[in-house]
């Protein structure tokens, strides 16, 4: 799956020269929690999220009046704030490469733009769990197995075939990384089946069930 499927179309941006009072208001009044910055010309710049907004506005503990906190609110610019340059990714990209980015930079979105440099879309960590979701089928009845299956070619086809053949709908299939005895763990969901038939019918592999639920 890549970046272009699944981002959100037309952000909401801010300006630079925008206050981060009005800032914050937009993201509430949108519910977003961080904004691409854009100069005059409509290029994007900079990108700021609410925590760095809620960073860089006064203490609620400070002794100002709240007449000199609006006053400094008004005062700090985007410009000021922003994160910048701002790390992209294309609408062509792997989800999964957008993912490690996010992980690796310690960010929770990314600004999607084409090939000429122009803003698209915005990738966020909402949007990946959303994804995970569905990959998992969370929100599809069933039955969930977890199995520790030896490394080996045909492994997973006869995993998916023991259970195919109780008449069981796949509704998901994940595998995640080699356990320290050298198996690979892999969660199966499966409609139209009960709990003890799908444990009976992988019983026969060599495997190891971690988990029916």
């Not at 609110?73 to 294309?90: D, F, G, N, R």
């Not at 595998?175 to 009976?200: F, Q």
Request: net charge neutral.
């Amino acid at each position: 799956m890549l970046v272009g499927e699944v981002m959100t179309k037309n952000p909401v941006i801010a300006r630079v020269d925008d206050g981060i009072d009005e800032a914050l208001s937009v993201m509430r009044e949108r519910k977003v929690r961080r904004l691409p910055v854009l100069d005059a010309s409509g290029r994007m710049v900079g990108i700021v999220s609410e925590q760095d907004l809620l960073h860089a506005a006064p203490s609620p503990a400070t002794s100002l009046s709240m007449h000199e906190l609006h006053y400094l609110l008004a005062k700090l610019k985007l410009k000021q704030v922003m994160s910048s340059p701002v790390i992209t990714v294309a609408p062509d990209t792997p989800l999964e490469e957008a993912a490690r980015i996010m992980a690796d930079n310690r960010i929770g979105g990314l600004p999607v733009v084409d090939g000429s440099g122009a803003l698209i879309g915005i990738i966020t960590e909402t949007d990946i769990f959303k994804l995970l979701l569905i990959l998992l089928g969370a929100r599809t009845p069933g039955v969930r197995i977890t199995v520790a299956v030896r490394e080996g070619k045909g492994v997973l086809a006869r995993l998916t075939r023991a259970i195919a053949d109780t008449g069981a709908n796949i509704v998901s299939l994940a595998t995640y990384e080699v356990t320290d005895d050298g198996r690979r763990l892999i969660t199966v969901k499966a409609s139209d089946v009960e709990p003890h038939i799908l444990r009976r019918a992988v019983e026969g592999l060599d495997l190891k069930v971690v988990d029916l639920r």
